[in-house]
């Protein structure tokens, strides 16, 4: 499914920097995230953004068996 309806997504295309979404819930799995997104660019010209979706019960995991 596209993203270009996200706002992270939008807001990476317009700012051109790098964003931090808001807390989302994953439409194919229902899963907690916070996406990172990196507009990409080619010779000055807007060609997509690079997103990637950090699975929050996942972090939580891996902190609780590091016992942070």
């Given at each position: ?31 907690k995230l916070l ?5 990409i660019t080619l ?26």
């Open positions: 499914p596209s993203v270009s309806d996200r706002e992270y997504f939008r807001e990476a295309k317009s700012t051109g920097d790098f964003v931090v979404g808001e807390f989302a819930i994953s439409r194919l799995g229902g899963a996406h990172l997104a990196y507009p010779e000055g010209m807007f060609v997509g953004v690079i997103v990637a979706g950090l699975d929050l019960d996942r972090l939580a995991t891996q902190f609780r068996k590091r016992s942070l």
